[in-house]
């Protein structure tokens, strides 16, 4: 699990932007199609493995995906 703080360490590695998107995985609730459309998350998908991006850039003009969900401890 990552803490606030090790998400808000990430840059871009394209564009250099910070305060990526943490890329949540599962089917979605109501709650998280809210954080979403706000924001503050990105959706992934109903399914990950540990390939599956961590983070996603926050700039419409880019959406970089990087990390590795496998990098994390559990």
Known sequence: MRLPQQILLE???RC??????EIVYGFASAEMFDSA???HIAL???TF???SPA???RRADCETE???WGDFPD
């Open 66 to 68: 990087w990390g590795r």
């Open 44 to 46: 992934g998908g109903c």
């Open 55 to 57: 983070y996603r850039c």
């Open 49 to 51: 493995d540990d390939d």
């Open 37 to 39: 459309l706000a924001g």
């Open 11 to 13: 840059v871009c590695p």
């Open 16 to 21: 250099e932007t910070g305060y990526p998107l």
